[in-house]
């Protein structure tokens, strides 16, 4: 498994972000961030997010992934395109619902010539905790499936949030 890395550019009003590896909640910082920039870009046109080369998306990345897509929501023309030629991943993205938030698609219309590595942004534990929360609850409101899948989770990482605070 290789580890996650996340690229991006940013090309005539078109933002690309690859992940690539194995992308987990230690990159959801830095896709978190990802998300608040692309609310208040300027001229942005299009989103597509590339999956080819990426080995694992755990949850908490997908949850970032879907509030990319919240972050753009109303401000663009076509919703945000994923671009996924694994079956295992399209699978995923479908039973998580994603097909309501992205157009899915194997190939992508363009490539982008070059994309530049976003630098790792580290969380200590409490913001990652806070991230994966948050992750999960976006993954909960997509559909019925996903509240269902993710609501113990949530409800453990509350307890523990609230015992946290207790101690």
Same mark, same amino acid.
């Given at each position: 498994m290789h580890e996650g890395r996340l690229k991006a550019a940013f090309d005539s009003g078109v933002f690309v972000l690859k992940l690539c590896g194995d992308v987990r909640l230690t990159l959801c910082a830095t896709l978190d961030q990802q998300a608040a920039r692309l609310a208040e870009t300027p001229g942005l046109k299009a989103v597509m997010v590339d999956l080819r080369e990426a080995t694992n998306v755990d949850s908490t990345a997908l949850g970032f992934l879907a509030k990319v897509a919240m972050a753009v929501k109303g401000r663009l023309e076509q919703p945000p395109t994923i671009v996924a030629d694994n079956p295992d991943v399209q699978r995923m993205l479908d039973v998580m619902g994603f097909s309501r938030f992205f157009t899915l698609v194997e190939t992508p219309l363009t490539e982008p010539s070059e994309l530049d590595e976003l630098p790792q942004i580290d969380a200590d534990e409490?913001?990652?905790?806070q991230r994966i929360? /948050?992750?999960? &609850?976006?993954?909960?409101?997509?559909? /019925?499936?996903? &509240?269902?899948?993710?609501q113990p989770l949530v409800d453990l990482l509350e307890a523990q949030k609230t015992h946290d605070h207790v101690d």
């Open positions: 409490s913001a990652l905790q929360l /948050e992750a999960h &609850r976006i993954l909960m409101r997509m559909n /019925e499936h996903n &509240r269902e899948e993710f």
